[in-house]
């Protein structure tokens, strides 16, 4: 069993920074792609960010910039390094690991991280 442990949410004022980090235990391929999602109230869960076990990064157009994803792959660990955040960053931000077991793609899922920024 795959567990995602997602820490280093909290409030920040706007512009300011914050790091989330996700912690994943348990048995899970060494080629992945971990990511992060993130929901805001009253909205859908839309990607942050992702980053594959090889390094390969894709970000969401608004957070381009702005956000860096990152990876230990001997800590089977991603960072979310947000900078410059912005009241509309505000979202339980959700980390995610995928990963291919015979011919079968699964998801794992963290509970979340409220991340919450004033204006």
């Known amino acids: 069993q795959v567990k995602l442990v997602e820490s280093g949410g909290g409030l920040v004022q706007a512009g300011g920074s914050l790091r989330l980090s996700c912690a994943a235990s348990?048995?899970?391929?060494?080629?992945?792609?971990m990511g992060w999602y993130r929901q805001a109230p009253g909205k859908q869960r839309e990607l942050v960010a992702t980053?594959?076990?090889?390094?390969?990064?894709n970000y969401a157009d608004s957070v381009k910039g702005r956000f860096t994803i990152s990876r230990d792959n001997a800590k089977n660990t991603v960072y979310l390094q947000m900078n410059s955040l912005k009241a509309e960053d505000t979202a339980v931000y959700l980390c995610?690991?995928?990963?291919?077991?015979?011919?079968?793609?699964?998801?794992?899922w963290g509970k979340g991280a409220l991340v919450t920024v004033s204006s």
């Open positions: 980053i594959t076990s090889g390094g390969t990064t």
């Open positions: 348990g048995s899970i391929n060494s080629s992945n792609i």
């Open positions: 995610n690991a995928y990963t291919v077991k015979g011919f079968t793609g699964i998801n794992y």
